[in-house]
């Protein structure tokens, strides 16, 4: 399979692209600065420059790819106090770009409780939301509503997982609910494990147009 990587010179992203060429897949990083990519060499890698807020560029380097796979992220601010837009500005170009290189394929992350939901953790309530990563959150929110309402022609999965710890994968499968967060779950999940599932949601259709929250398996 021909994948197209977002977000490749970021921690989750290289793991992402690590992960895809491990299997086999031929992969296009599409990145800001190529030289972030550098220490990965690969005959079935491609690293190309590409700006993900201009549709007409982006969808020549997408096309001829089966399937995007986006960790596209930003800095949650000072305190989360500083206004974010980004999520919902960048899905909107991309999956514009996707149609016009005729991909229905979305494989796409933002984080656990982007929504506000009954019972969520208090941990999220009255801590995480209000004092770091609210601005964030809703801006992950608005991405996701819009992949829902506005994008019912794409074979869209959302990612959503726990605080992402960098340490190796614990080989063991990981916990998905589809919905906005994991009861009674650990609240912190190693990359490897999130980009494991990723790449494994390109071959199946068993998350199609849902939200997933993950967590790790006890």
């Known amino acids: 399979m021909r994948v197209a990587v977002l977000g490749a010179t ?11 060429l491990e299997r086999g897949h ?5 990145v800001r600065n190529p030289n972030g990519l550098k220490e990965l060499q690969n005959d079935k890698l491609q690293v190309q420059k590409a700006n993900i807020f201009e549709e007409k560029d982006l969808s020549t380097h997408l096309t001829g790819c089966d399937a995007v796979l986006s960790c596209l992220g930003t800095q949650p601010g000072f305190l989360g106090w500083s206004k974010i837009t980004f999520y919902e500005d960048s899905i909107k170009p991309i999956t514009v770009a996707m149609r016009l290189a005729n991909i229905r394929r979305l494989v796409c992350m933002t984080s656990q409780c982007a929504k506000r939901t009954d019972g969520e953790p208090k941990i999220v309530t009255y801590f995480i939301r209000p004092l770091f990563f ?18 019912k022609d794409l074979e869209y999965t959302v990612v959503k997982p726990s605080e992402l710890a960098d340490k190796p994968s614990s080989g063991k499968p990981v916990t998905a609910v589809e919905g906005q967060w994991v009861p009674n779950g ?6 490897r494990d999130v980009t494991k599932f990723m790449v494994d949601c390109i071959g199946n259709s068993d998350w199609l147009k849902k939200f997933v929250a993950l967590d790790m398996t006890p």
């Open 10 to 20: 970021g921690p989750t992203g290289k793991q992402v692209v690590e992960e895809a």
């Open 26 to 30: 031929d992969v296009i990083a599409l």
């Open 134 to 151: 609210g601005n964030a959150l809703k801006s992950m929110s608005a991405m996701e509503t819009y992949l829902e309402t506005e994008c």
């Open 186 to 191: 650990t609240l912190k999940i190693a990359r």
